[in-house]
C-alpha cells in the first residue's frame, strides 16, 4: 500500500516556477514507477512527466520538455516536479501517481496509487 500527498502548488504569474512535491508512505516506494499527472477544467487528464523507479530513467512530455523536470529523493519518499517558465494553459490540478510496472508511462490505468492533486494556476 502507498499513500501519496502532494504540495506546492498555488498561484504564479506566467514566466514563474513552481516545485511540486510528492511524499509517500510505504516501505515499498523505491520499488514503484512514479508519475505526474494534470487535469485541466473540462478536459481529460494528462501525462506530464515519469521517473523509473531507480530514478535513472525519466521522461518528460513534449509539450512540457526543456520547462519541466522530474526527479526522486528516495531517502525523504518523495517525488518532485520542477515546473519553470510556466504558462497560463500549465493551469491544472497536478496529481502524483504510482505504478508497479516499468512500462506504459502515459497510460493512467497503469498506476495504482494516485494523490488528492495540488492546484497549478498561472496567471498572465
Known amino acids: 500500500q502507498v499513500q501519496l500527498v502532494e504540495s506546492g502548488g498555488g498561484l504564479v504569474q506566467a514566466g514563474g516556477s513552481l516545485r511540486l512535491s510528492c511524499a509517500a508512505s510505504g516501505r515499498t516506494f523505491s520499488s514503484y514507477t512514479m508519475g505526474w499527472f494534470r487535469q485541466a477544467p473540462g478536459k481529460e487528464r494528462e501525462f506530464v512527466a515519469v521517473i523509473s523507479s531507480s530514478g535513472r530513467v525519466t521522461y518528460v512530455t513534449a509539450a512540457m520538455k526543456g520547462r519541466f523536470t522530474i526527479s526522486r529523493d528516495t531517502a525523504k519518499n518523495t517525488v518532485y516536479l520542477q515546473m519553470n517558465s510556466l504558462k497560463p494553459e500549465d493551469t491544472a490540478v497536478y496529481y502524483c501517481?504510482?505504478?508497479?510496472?516499468?512500462?506504459?508511462?502515459?497510460?493512467?490505468?497503469?498506476?495504482?496509487?494516485w494523490g488528492q492533486g495540488t492546484q497549478v494556476t498561472v496567471s498572465s
Open positions: 501517481a504510482a505504478s508497479p510496472i516499468s512500462t506504459s508511462w502515459s497510460d493512467p490505468t497503469t498506476y495504482n496509487y
